[in-house]
């Protein structure tokens, strides 16, 4: 089983598809990776050499993936949290932060729905 950046890749998958299994790699990149590192991209992982694993893994080294993609992540996060800009104050309040809706739906960010009380439907 190949592992990449700590990540044990899927046997069974071609290795475009494999590494998309590493955080922060997408189809599009596992393609230029493989392209770059001259490995075949429909062949299976569990039929990779260990040569053709380090021409991967030395490829993969020049991008920003797994742990470095997600401090990076978080940072910027954490920096739009301590300069209150609008997105910022949207996180802290744990509501959605690209402009969505939360009139109607939301759910994902706010969580399980509250019951009001005493709140009685009208009818007629």
Do not use: F
């Not at 910027?76 to 300069?83: G, L, V």
């Not at 609008?86 to 959605?96: A, D, E, F, N, V």
């Amino acid at each position: 089983m190949a592992r990449i950046k700590n990540i044990e890749l899927p046997n069974e998958k071609h290795v475009c598809i494999g590494l998309t299994a590493i955080y922060g790699i997408g189809r599009s990149l596992a393609l230029t990776i493989c392209e770059a590192a001259n490995v075949d991209k429909t062949k299976k992982i569990k039929d990779l050499t260990d040569d053709e694993i380090a021409k991967l893994r030395k490829e993969i080294d020049n991008y920003d993936v797994e742990g470095d993609l997600r401090r990076d992540k978080q940072m910027s996060i954490k920096n739009k949290m301590e300069i209150n800009c609008y997105q910022g104050i949207r996180h802290k309040k744990g509501l959605p932060v690209r402009g969505q809706r939360t009139s109607r739906n939301a759910r994902t960010r706010k969580g399980k729905g509250k019951t009001v009380a005493n709140k009685k439907k009208v009818g007629k």
